[in-house]
C-alpha cells in the first residue's frame, strides 16, 4: 500500500509543477514573412489557448487516475482489514494449558 501512495503522491506533484510552469513560446515565422503586431498577437494567443485546454485535457486526466487509484487503495485498506480481522477471529481467545 505503501507504493500507491508514493504513486498518488507522485501524481500530485507532477500536477503541481505543470500548473506552476510558465514558459514564453513566441510563434514562429519563416524568413522574409512580415507580420503585424496584431497578427502576431493573435497568433500567440490561439497558441496559448491551445495550450491552456491541452494542458486542462491532461489534468482532467491525471485527476481522473487520482480518483481511480484512491479508490482501489480504499479497497486494499478494506480488504487488508476484513483479512486481519478474520485471522483474529480464527485464532483462539483463550489458551488452554495441558
Known sequence: LDGANESVRSLFSERAKR??????????????????????????????????????????????????????LDALKRIEEDSRDRRRSMRPSVIVAP
Open 19 to 72: 500548473v506552476g510552469e510558465l514558459t514564453d513560446r513566441r510563434p514562429v515565422t519563416t524568413q522574409g514573412q512580415t507580420t503585424s503586431p496584431k497578427d502576431t498577437d493573435q497568433a500567440m494567443i490561439q497558441a496559448l489557448h491551445k495550450r491552456l485546454h491541452e494542458r486542462e485535457r491532461t489534468l482532467a486526466e491525471r485527476d481522473q487516475q487520482i480518483h481511480v487509484m484512491t479508490s482501489q
